[in-house]
């Protein structure tokens, strides 16, 4: 059962995160594309772990 609800709220998590990131994308400095902003959004928690710059630009989109 606590297994369910970790699995519900990581999916429920990246859902939301990539919702805010795909609405504030104009406000990040990435080539605004559709193949980047769908790359980008499909990927926020690998390159948000991995790349600051990324991170930056990812605070830059949710803060829209």
């Known amino acids: 059962m606590a297994v369910k609800l970790i699995i519900i709220g990581l999916i ?8 805010k990131f795909w609405s504030g994308f104009d406000k990040t400095h990435f080539t605004q594309t559709l193949p980047n902003r769908i790359g980008f ?18 605070r830059r989109a949710l803060k829209g």
């Open 41 to 58: 959004t499909l990927l926020w928690p690998a390159l948000f772990i991995a790349n600051p710059s990324y991170r930056r630009n990812f």
């Open 12 to 19: 429920v998590a990246y859902v939301v995160g990539a919702w």
